[in-house]
């Protein structure tokens, strides 16, 4: 934790974003502030689509985000990662309209975001989230129901622990968010070409 330290001396440090602690007579201490991105909600904005007989499922999503904390002005990524609870199909391939993606660690590209310490700090992210056959030689089993996984600020490498990379926040587990979709079960309905559309029983 960076700790800036101004004394009755004259001595002036800057302290950019930084929130006063404790006031000791005759010092000033202050505390750094962090950034500190969350997803604030995950939505399936219509039904996935399932293409070639199972081989391909894409799910529409919309991730909001927020930063909870101060600016920062490091690029981050937003994403998503999917299973099905009752077939093999996985992914974590999510890209949307006039977005770019983030070399090496995939997703959505976002160029830094404003602080969120007295404003409302949100962005929102409309993408399709692709799922295929996992292993991926695999028969597909597509499924009915899936769980969907919304993340900022991720890296999916096994290896990501082993070296420095993403955003330094003030918390670093509040990056993502679950849900299942569709929370009740669901009937698959054919039409033509060879793609089916997922329908929900009870629609929420």
């Not at 009752?86 to 830094?112: Q, W």
């Not at 900022?152 to 955003?167: C, I, Q, R």
């Not at 569709?182 to 629609?203: D, E």
């Amino acid at each position: 934790m960076l700790l800036l330290v101004s004394t009755a001396f004259g001595a002036d440090v800057k302290a950019t974003q930084a929130k006063e602690l404790v006031k000791p007579s005759g010092t000033t201490i202050f505390q750094a502030q962090k950034p500190d991105l969350v997803v604030k909600s995950v939505r399936v904005t219509s039904d996935p689509v399932i293409f070639y007989g199972g081989k391909i499922v894409l799910i529409p999503l919309e991730i909001t985000i927020a930063n909870l904390g101060a600016a920062t002005n490091q690029d981050f990524n937003v994403g998503a990662a999917g299973s099905a609870l009752d077939g093999n199909v996985y992914g974590f391939d999510f890209a949307g309209p006039g977005t770019e993606t983030m070399p090496e660690r995939g997703g959505i590209l976002v160029h830094g975001m404003q602080s969120g310490t007295r404003v409302t700090a949100e962005k929102s992210y409309t993408g399709l989230l692709l799922l295929g056959p996992n292993p991926i030689n695999a028969s597909p089993q597509p499924g009915t129901r899936w769980r969907i996984r919304a993340m900022v600020d991720y890296n999916l490498d096994p290896d990501a622990f082993a070296y420095e990379w993403g955003v330094n926040e003030a918390n670093e587990t509040n990056n993502e968010m679950e849900i299942i979709y569709p929370p009740t079960p669901s009937i698959a309905t054919m039409t033509q070409g060879g793609m089916s559309v997922i329908g929900m029983l009870n629609k929420t």
